[in-house]
């Protein structure tokens, strides 16, 4: 069956480090683009970065410009998210999705999601 499992998660203070990882199985994950999500408390989910099915192009929400960076690794079936230089407003729990057109058929798998805490 599919699963989209995220680790990584967890408290660090401001100007800390993190680094997230999402293990996927039950699909063909070179196929897929890969996206982090992230909703904190009271707000709707947001894309933080997502990275094409070969890895070659990547975007990034404005607000994580230049502090995160998302990898992945089509033979380990796994996506990264190292943060760097985190700050309180990047406290959220942080969800992993794979997706994927084929002809006119969607195909979207999510992960719950890893909770990131920065606080001093």
């Known amino acids: 069956q599919v699963q989209v499992v995220e680790s990584g998660g967890g408290l660090v203070q401001p100007g800390g480090s993190l680094t997230l990882s999402c293990a996927a199985s039950?699909?063909?994950?070179?196929?897929?683009?890969m996206s982090w999500y992230r909703q904190a408390p009271g707000k709707e989910r947001e894309l933080v970065a997502d990275?094409?099915?070969?890895?070659?192009?990547?975007n990034y929400a404005d607000s994580v410009k230049g502090r995160f960076t998302i990898s992945r690794d089509n033979a380990k079936n796994t996506v990264y998210l190292q943060m760097n230089s985190l700050k309180p407003e990047d406290t959220a729990v942080y969800y992993c999705?794979?997706?994927?057109?084929?002809?006119?058929?969607?195909?979207?798998?999510w992960g719950q999601g890893t909770q990131v805490t920065v606080s001093s």
């Open positions: 039950g699909f063909i994950f070179s196929s897929y683009g």
């Open positions: 990275i094409a099915s070969s890895g070659g192009s990547t």
């Open positions: 999705n794979a997706d994927r057109w084929s002809g006119a058929r969607y195909y979207s798998h």
